[in-house]
């Protein structure tokens, strides 16, 4: 599918539907009691009129299914599972099959996985915190809350150290300050940490500055996250001009002020704080005891802040265009770390209305998981005819989404083997099994990149799956069993099309497998290897449809 970025177009539909840099008021938006799904298509069907564009028609149920399964599950479904679907012919199957998987434990692990990701932010010294992350989905914890326990600022202490996300980037406070903006809400700052924002005049170095002191105090004790209670006033060189003292600053301008200990000599101050924690350190592996703890404590200050009521919006709106991309391939503002005043979105109205509802539920992540994914705008087909295709920002037809490496990797060992996962679906049983699978999954993580933003497959990944002696043994070994015992060669094709690709085999399939097997007759075992082969390194397998 094309869907070549056509400006001059884009900027006739922002203007013809008003679109501004400024968020739509609550009195334009839809009633807060609407369905989430129902505002999601109302929005974006608006859009398609305007710009005179009929959308793809709804996916067919083997396609659904199976772009339900990795987006929820994180794998591929089952023949079986594909099937009881198929036959079903409730007429409410889709808004079910939504809600077993938001439900299962594969909707757990699987936003884990897809939530470490995202937290790393491209850092390779961000380290995981996908353990914090299970628990955390496993007892539906609040968004809001989820940010508290990452910065270090939670009400309690967790038992799966959350606050690791800040500990792991402290050695560079840089970096962490990008990677809290960015990932929170939505805006990377690192350009101003030099010079102004070259595109929004109001971003200057102090808000830079300013985001970067809310960490400037903390401090890694023997694994635990503790701020110094005495620190020396920043200040920052700006591009031009004087030196300036640092205030602590959120990114709409909003500041707080530090509020020290008092010291009659602070320089004295600092140095005896310093020898306390440093000989503490050295004692903490027998006596445990931890350095005096700050009264104040300004990571908490930054949180605080962000969820006030009239700040929390530019933290709700991120998630909120995050999840979006995330199951849309294409966000409703692009990029999704450059969401300011000069970058309006595609549909204004309908990212203020999710992000108002999104508040209003108490930031409950599972409940706009399963709204997204309930919209017709998201069950489109990914087939488009004519060329070129919409722009992608109208979602007219549903993208095309690499696997990630754990999604590819799970699917990889289900496809070899459907048994892996068994019928049963009650939440312990299954997740004993995902351990297994996961287990088994996990040393083929690597064949995989990590998908970004228009990434060509590489070469080098066709290659290995082409050419690794070992991996070429273990494809399709497991599942051989199974196709053996079919009757003839059509069921054998049938099963390995269904156990791979989840539908069934089209006709030219299967004339041109049978075609296959029949040249092979002579080495049917490594011949029905070969087709699983050939279907696991099919482009149909390593994207979501």
């Not at 007429?91 to 790393?120: G, M, Q, T, Y």
């Not at 985001?211 to 903390?218: I, K, N």
């Not at 000069?342 to 399963?370: C, M």
């Not at 049938?494 to 007759?521: C, G, N």
Request: glycine content about 4%; charged content about 25%.
């Amino acid at each position: 599918m094309n869907t070549p970025l056509i400006a001059p177009w884009r900027l006739a539909l922002l203007l013809a539907v008003g679109v501004t840099a400024n968020a739509a008021t609550g009195a334009e938006l839809l009633p807060a009691d609407r369905p989430v799904p129902n505002v999601i298509d109302h929005y974006v069907d608006r859009q398609l009129q305007t710009a005179k564009v009929a959308p793809a028609p709804q996916a067919d149920d083997t396609t659904f299914a199976r772009r339900l399964y990795l987006d929820l599950a994180g794998r591929i479904p089952t023949p079986a599972e594909v099937r009881e679907y198929i036959d079903s012919t409730d007429p409410k199957k889709r808004e079910k099959l939504v809600a077993d998987l938001v439900a299962s434990p594969e909707f757990i692990r699987h936003n884990a996985n897809e939530f470490d990701a995202f937290l790393r932010n491209d850092n390779g010294d961000g380290g995981s915190v996908r353990p914090y992350l299970i628990a955390a989905f496993k007892e539906n914890r609040s968004w809001d809350r989820m940010f508290r326990d990452l910065l270090g600022a939670g009400e309690a202490p967790h038992p799966a150290k959350p606050e690791q996300y800040v500990l792991r980037r402290l050695k560079d406070r840089d970096a962490l300050t990008r990677d809290v903006s960015s990932v929170f809400f939505g805006l990377n700052i690192s350009c101003a940490q030099c010079h102004n924002h070259p595109y929004l005049k109001s971003l200057t170095q102090d808000y830079f500055f300013g985001m970067r002191e809310f960490f400037a105090a903390s401090y890694d004790f023997q694994g635990n996250l503790l701020d110094r209670r005495f620190v020396k006033p920043a200040e920052f060189k700006p591009q031009a001009g004087a030196a300036r003292p640092v205030k602590l600053m959120f990114l709409n301008g909003k500041t707080v002020e530090r509020e020290g200990e008092p010291a009659a000599d602070l320089a004295k101050a600092i140095q005896e704080e310093s020898k306390a924690i440093e000989h503490l350190g050295k004692a903490y592996a027998k006596d445990k005891v931890l350095p005096p703890q700050a009264k104040f404590r300004a990571r908490e200050k930054l949180a605080d802040l962000a969820l006030k009521p009239e700040n929390r919006d530019l933290f709700a709106r991120a998630m909120v265009n995050r999840l979006w991309f995330r199951f849309y391939g294409h966000g409703l503002v692009m990029r999704v770390d450059q969401m300011h005043a000069n970058n309006p979105g595609s549909h204004p109205e309908l990212l203020d209305w999710l992000t108002r509802d999104f508040v209003a539920h108490g930031y409950d992540l599972k409940r706009l998981l399963a709204g997204l994914v309930s919209a017709k705008a998201y069950a489109r087909s990914s087939a488009w005819k004519g060329d070129p295709g919409p722009a992608p920002e109208l979602f007219a037809v549903a993208s095309v989404r690499p696997l990630t490496p754990a999604q590819w990797a799970t699917s990889f060992q289900l496809a070899n083997n459907p048994a892996l996962i068994g019928r049963d679906k009650a939440f312990e049983t299954r997740e004993k099994a995902l351990t297994v699978l996961e287990n088994a999954a996990k040393p083929h993580e690597s064949l995989i990149q990590y998908p970004r933003d228009d990434m060509p497959i590489p070469v080098n990944e066709s290659m290995r799956l082409s050419n690794d002696p070992a991996l070429n043994k273990t494809i399709g070994a497991q599942l051989l069993p199974t196709l053996k015992k079919a009757t003839d060669r059509k069921a054998q094709i049938t099963e390995a099309v269904w156990a791979v690709l989840s539908r069934p085999p089209a006709a030219d399939e299967y004339e041109l497998f049978e075609s296959y097997l029949e040249r092979r007759k002579d080495r049917p075992d490594a011949a029905l290897q070969q087709l699983v082969w050939a279907l696991i390194n099919s482009p149909e397998f390593r994207f979501n449809h």
